[in-house]
């Protein structure tokens, strides 16, 4: 009673974010690319797929997909913003090998198939198929933690748990 | 206030890593940065924001930079499209 007495009063909110794929759980700092390894997109973890498939790690919505299909962002229902971008420079695929399954405006589960990508196509053009998850307005987070485990698997696992600020703390 | 335009030279547009050196320099500054093209109008100091304008290459966009550092932020921002926004 304590506890929910206190969590009302600061109104914070934990939100897990689930593997939006399956695959090897990479720090961002080992990330190729500086703009992702040095947080400047946001804070967050990478995951090395094995498998082309990208799911909602939260419940949410759409809130901007790539034109090339190539990432995705995605707003929770609690507020957070994520970005997956899957690959490393892969804009330059110009949408070869990504096909998405859901349109910017649309409401999504976690677990719902977001994106199916061909990781043979990514890694043939020479890019890294490190997929950097993000949290893209980290001024609402106040904790975050990364699972220990280093393996993941899309929808089923959580990759990170987050504590979101309330509107008034 | 200072308002000037600027082109998107980056191959694919505005995409994650040119929006995150824009959202990363607009974020250091004491100014607020908008950024328009066309009627839409975003916060420069969200990559979200910056993203969902869906800026591709050749558009050209409005920047208005407001505050005690408008110089040194606006000849900083017209700089990295001139250069490192090409990416």
Known sequence: MLRSLFSRKKKQQEVTILAPLTGVVVPLSEVPDPVFAQQVVGDGVAID????VLVSPVDGKVTHLFPTHHAIALTSDSGLEILMHIGIDTVKLKGKGFTPFVA????????????EFQLETIRQAGCATVTPVVITNGD?????????????????????????KGGTA | MI???????????????PAALLVSRASQSRS???????DKQVDGRS???VMTLGAAQGDVLTVQVDGADEEEVAAAIKE??????KV
């Open chain 1, 104 to 115: 910017v405006g649309d409401q999504v589960k976690a677990g719902d198939k977001l994106i």
């Open chain 2, 3 to 17: 308002q000037f335009q600027v082109t998107v030279t980056a191959e694919g547009g505005l995409h994650a890593r």
């Open chain 2, 80 to 85: 990295l499209f001139d250069k490192e926004c």
């Open chain 1, 49 to 52: 797929p094995i498998e082309g």
């Open chain 2, 47 to 49: 990559i979200l924001s």
């Open chain 2, 32 to 38: 607020t940065v908008t950024l328009a093209k066309g």
């Open chain 1, 140 to 164: 609402v987070v106040a904790e975050k933690q990364v699972v220990a485990s280093p393996n993941v698997h899309a929808g089923q696992e959580p990759l990170m748990n987050v504590v979101v």
